[in-house]
């Protein structure tokens, strides 16, 4: 099965959220053994140990938002606002 470039930055994105859910102690430790194995089939773990390392360094520098990474080129030809240039609201503790 082909996915589609939009379709592997969804599922970048979906993996970046259930890590930071994960970090923040979202699942039982059944649930995330389950999704650790889920995100080992889909990710090398050299990416993952990376991702990591950034987030590590992230926090370490007192950054307390959360921030998932897209790709740097730009999707959309137009200057005309994207389904890219809106936020979510912001998740409040």
Not at 37 to 66: F, M, N
């Amino acid at each position: 099965m082909q996915l589609a470039p939009e379709q592997v930055q969804s599922i970048n994105i979906l993996l970046s959220a259930v890590q930071v859910a994960q970090r923040r102690g979202a699942f039982s430790l059944q649930d995330a053994s389950t999704l650790q194995e889920a995100i080992d089939r889909l990710v090398p773990r050299e990416e993952q140990e990376r991702q990591a390392a950034e987030a590590a360094a992230t926090d370490a520098s007192g950054d307390e938002a959360e921030a998932v990474s897209l790709p740097e080129e730009d999707c959309c030809e137009s200057e005309d606002l994207c389904e890219h240039d809106t936020q979510p609201a912001a998740d409040s503790e």
